[in-house]
């Protein structure tokens, strides 16, 4: 069952000292519970990958398919973990999950019922009432996976999600996510520059490369196992 399907995409910003393309003829599938890893150098297009797909960035060409449906900016059918995309910090942790159900114009009690099960699956139930600023980076994280996943979305996009955790917090969170993951119907799309981290995770490895002016491949790559 194909859930996201990515067809000649292309992106091309266009800037003071002329045009740049970030991405140009991008094709990839992804099915249900797939852990898909996109990995790829600097500067190859990553972000402007995670952003398109979020909703966030408009593409110049191709087209991005939820289900069959082509995305035209943010919806309930992705949720969002980037490294920069933080929580709010005058909201409680069970606030902050709450958030995007109340947006869909939830009950305050019913979404708060809904956030507690989702910060249980994470590991931080007994952390609902705490504050952002009174949790590490790891738990950030994890309240920012509940959030994400809240709303019941068919893909969980990831962009260097632990990028700014140190080592040992990455490798937990690594852990975490595919418990996570094993115990959610949800397809990931993993961007990370960490080939590490990558074969950790993933079930599929597709590696975006930088070729400057040229089309872009998105190559598979298997993922080696010892
Ligand atoms: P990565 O995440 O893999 O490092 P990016 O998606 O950030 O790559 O960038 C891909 C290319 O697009 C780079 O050449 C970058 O300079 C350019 N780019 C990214 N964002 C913008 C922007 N807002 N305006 C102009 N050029 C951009
Ligand atoms: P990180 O992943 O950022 O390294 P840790 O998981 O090491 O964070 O947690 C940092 C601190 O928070 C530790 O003191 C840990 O005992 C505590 N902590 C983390 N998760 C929980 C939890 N579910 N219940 C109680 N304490 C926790």
């Not at 991008?26 to 952003?51: D, M, Y």
């Not at 947006?103 to 099960?117: H, Q």
């Not at 600023?133 to 990831?158: C, D, F, T, Y």
């Not at 961007?191 to 993933?202: G, K, N, P, Q, S």
Request: hydrophobic share 40%; with cysteine; net charge neutral.
């Amino acid at each position: 069952e194909v859930i996201l399907e990515v067809k000649n995409l292309g992106k091309t910003y266009k800037t003071a000292k002329g045009e740049v393309t970030a991405l140009k003829d991008v094709n990839f599938k992804t099915h249900r519970r797939e852990f898909v890893c996109i990995i790829g150098p600097s500067g190859c297009g990553k972000s402007t990958l995670a952003r398109i797909l979020a909703g966030l960035e408009s593409h110049t060409s191709g087209e991005v398919l939820v289900d069959g449906k082509p995305v035209n900016g943010p919806g309930r059918d992705r949720g969002m973990v980037f490294q920069g995309y933080t929580l709010f910090p005058w909201l409680s942790v069970r606030r902050n999950v709450m958030f995007g159900l109340e947006m869909n114009g939830s009950l305050r009690e019913e979404a708060a019922r809904e956030a507690d099960l989702w910060l249980e699956l994470v590991g931080l139930e007994k952390f609902a009432n705490a504050y952002p600023h009174e949790l590490s980076g790891g738990m950030k994280q994890r309240v920012a996976i509940a959030r994400a996943l809240v709303n019941q979305p068919r893909v969980l996009l990831m962009d260097e999600p632990f990028g700014a955790l140190d080592a040992q917090s990455r490798a937990k969170m690594q852990q975490h996510l595919l418990e996570i993951w094993r115990n959610v119907d949800i397809t990931i799309v993993f961007i990370t520059h960490d080939l590490d981290e990558a074969i950790f995770l993933a079930d599929r490895i597709l590696v975006l490369k930088a070729h400057p002016g040229e089309v872009q491949e998105l190559i598979e790559v298997p993922v080696p196992r010892p």
